[in-house]
T-cell receptor, first 113, second 112 residues
Framework: DAGITQSPRHKVTETGTPVTLRCHQTENHRYMYWYRQDPGHGLRLIHYSYGVKDTDKGEVSDGYSVSRSKTEDFLLTLESATSSQTSVYFC????????????FGPGTRLLVL | KQEVTQIPAALSVPEGENLVLNCSFTDSAIYNLQWFRQDPGKGLTSLLLIQSSQREQTSGRLNASLDKSSGRSTLYIAASQPGDSATYLCAVIPSGNTPLVFGKGTRLSVIA
């Protein structure tokens, strides 16, 4: 299995508070992604990174920001959490090359009350 | 905009049966296609990746095919087992190193 960890694995927070989720990889892969998974919507891309300090928005980026200061870490921040951001968040990584698959982390379950 | 559809949304079969899961995509100009498995409460596990120049890939009892011109991929599972019960997700990579576009998955139950 690819070396991807996410922290925390579970979090309960209140509306209006900031929340930061961390994704850490040990594979030295260039690309990192944040997705959210919701019933009825499947997996949707929030933000992704194609290198240190290089990021781009995905399909559902409103209310989220990201940072990548090191190859191994990709942070997702909810500036002011809302109940609609209650979800399961997955980080993924991929290398370069045609045969490279995307590998997913174990996920973070976030509940915003 | 690329869209990925998986039909059926849920499937229940008796143990030992061979089965096919379907995936369709709207834009045939894809780079790769990937099949994943997800167990309840868990992350995604990559099963097979098919490059756009390939027609199929095999791993054990799994065989995935790709027909770009018709915008379809199938995942064939031979001799199904209860341990195959999971949600199977199809995802398309539109171009090199771009994010995946996912279908909503097929939830498979294999009954002993």
């Amino acid at each position: 299995d690819a070396g991807i960890t996410q922290s925390p694995r579970h979090k309960v927070t209140e509306t209006g508070t900031p929340v930061t989720l961390r994704c850490h990889q040990t594979e030295n892969h260039r690309y990192m992604y944040w997705y959210r998974q919701d019933p009825g919507h499947g997996l949707r891309l929030i933000h992704y990174s194609y290198g240190v300090k290089d990021t781009d928005k995905g399909e559902v980026s409103d209310g989220y920001s990201v940072s990548r200061s090191k190859t191994e870490d990709f942070l997702l921040t909810l500036e002011s959490a809302t109940s609609s951001q209650t979800s399961v968040y997955f980080c993924a990584i991929s290398g370069t090359g045609r045969e490279e698959t995307q590998y997913f982390g174990p996920g973070t379950r976030l509940l915003v009350l | 905009k690329q869209e990925v559809t998986q039909i059926p949304a849920a499937l229940s079969v008796p143990e030992g049966e061979n089965l096919v899961l379907n995936c369709s995509f709207t834009d045939s100009a894809i780079y790769n296609l990937q099949w994943f498995r997800q167990d309840p409460g868990k992350g995604l596990t990559s099963l097979l990746l098919i490059q756009s120049s390939q027609r199929e890939q095999t791993s054990g009892r799994l065989n995935a095919s790709l027909d770009k011109s018709s915008g379809r991929s199938t995942l064939y599972i031979a001799a199904s087992q209860p341990g195959d019960s999971a949600t199977y997700l199809c995802a398309v990579i539109p171009s090199g190193n771009t994010p995946l576009v996912f279908g909503k998955g097929t939830r498979l139950s294999v009954i002993a």
